[in-house]
């Protein structure tokens, strides 16, 4: 390799993109160039916020190391998608994650970006031991409540899973009629990479599906918002009443009830 004088400052930052040595790092730091000087100030930043990430990523990952610890080997996350909208399912997701499991930006889903979820989406699918969603549909949301449809959706989610857990880390609620070890967690999608895994899942899975709807009621923009109560959405309650997907027990349904 070329010695640091000898080497533009393209040709640095490439050296820096791999594993540089502490002697590269040096000399770096004392070449007099800005352009170099910009590059170690860069990679030193970087540095500190994969160490920072990883630390983040250790501390999600404590509840299931100790239930690992335990001999619980498969540690199902549980979490739903969908309880406050006006309109469409609530959509559930179980996910089993490897022991050695590793991916920067896991996070909460509502704390990311939609091409940030998108791409973790895809990650999660591929190095998760398992998955699956389960949902229920707004004449079950009407006919239970919110949170009994929500509580049903994720036993589906379990149920629907090809590798049966040991154990499920589940985001605030318990899950009744399962006879498998449980534990709901507050705030679980933000302390738990198996809760904010399923979270993922359910989040992007439900958008999916709402994009797809959005073919059918084209008038209410599901694909934009959801199924949410957004101005644009009451306004089209409003104008053309419930369709069959609406939540007829939400009160802003309810009060469109009579418009068809």
């Not at 050296?15 to 540089?20: E, F, I, Y």
């Not at 160490?51 to 999600?60: D, V």
């Not at 969908?82 to 050695?100: D, E, F, H, S, T």
Request: glycine fraction near 6%.
């Amino acid at each position: 390799m070329k010695g640091l004088s000898q080497m533009s400052i393209r040709e640095v930052g490439e050296v820096l993109k791999t594993s540089p040595s502490e002697e590269f790092l040096l000399e770096c730091a004392k070449d007099s160039r800005q352009g170099v000087q910009q590059l170690i100030e860069r990679y030193y930043k970087n540095q500190q916020k994969e160490r920072e990430e990883a630390e983040r990523m250790k501390k999600l990952l404590v509840h299931e190391q100790e239930l690992w610890q335990r001999g619980y080997l498969h540690i199902a996350g549980i979490d739903e998608a969908g309880r406050g909208p006006l309109a469409g399912p609530v959509v559930a997701a179980a996910c089993i994650l490897p022991a050695k499991f590793k991916l920067n930006g896991l996070n909460d889903s509502k704390k990311l970006t939609e091409n940030k979820r998108e791409k973790l989406f895809l990650e999660i699918k591929k190095e998760a031991l398992g998955y699956a969603v389960g949902s229920a549909e707004p004449a079950e949301i009407d006919a239970l409540n919110i949170l009994e449809a929500t509580k049903l959706a994720m036993f589906r989610a379990v149920k629907n899973l090809n590798i049966s857990p040991h154990f499920l880390l589940i985001d605030a609620l318990e899950i009744p009629n399962l006879k498998i070890p449980q534990e709901g967690i507050v705030d679980g999608d933000a302390v738990s990479a198996s809760i904010a895994a399923a979270s993922i899942i359910a989040k992007v899975s439900r958008d999916h599906l709402m994009i797809q709807l959005d073919e059918l009621y084209p008038e209410y923009k599901f694909a934009k918002n959801k199924g949410y109560g957004t101005r644009e959405h009451l306004t089209a309650l409003r104008k053309y009443g419930p369709c069959p997907i609406h939540r007829k027990s939400f009160t802003p349904v309810q009060e469109q009830s009579s418009v068809v």
